[in-house]
Nanobody, 120 residues
Framework: VQLQASGGGLVQPGGSLRLSCAASGSIGSIGQMGWYRQAPGKRRELVTSITTTGSTYYAASVKGRFTISRDNAKNTVYLQMNSLKPEDTAVYYC???????????????WGQGTQVTVSS
């Protein structure tokens, strides 16, 4: 099982970006999906998550600006980021609970990270 994140880049303050994270491999089922971020010199933090039923969580710093969604048919989670601020600059990582076809239990997987830079 692998997670491939994409969509990062350089954007001006107030701009938007959409991140995607596609899971591939022998996937039986996917549970909770989420996005973390890590800024230089800081600890990795949870940004947002979404359950299998569509319940969402957002960190206070991004509530109202970021939207998480999932497409179960494509094994993909998205992060729409609007009204971006310089403090949103970080490497963004997707994180998912996945049950491989060959197993009976879920394991936690990380994507490789995608850089988001908000700067004028």
């Amino acid at each position: 099982v692998q997670l491939q994140a994409s969509g990062g880049g350089l954007v001006q303050p107030g701009g938007s970006l959409r991140l995607s994270c596609a899971a591939s491999g022998s996937i039986g089922s996917i549970g909770q999906m989420g996005w973390y971020r890590q800024a230089p010199g800081k600890r990795r933090e949870l940004v947002t998550s979404i359950t299998t039923t569509g319940s969402t969580y957002y960190a206070a710093s991004v509530k109202g600006r970021f939207t998480i969604s999932r497409d179960n048919a494509k094994n993909t989670v998205y992060l729409q980021m609007n009204s971006l601020k310089p403090e949103d600059t970080a490497v963004y990582y997707c994180n998912e609970d996945i049950r491989p076809v060959s197993r009976l239990v879920f394991s936690n997987y990380w994507g490789q990270g995608t850089q988001v830079t908000v700067s004028s």
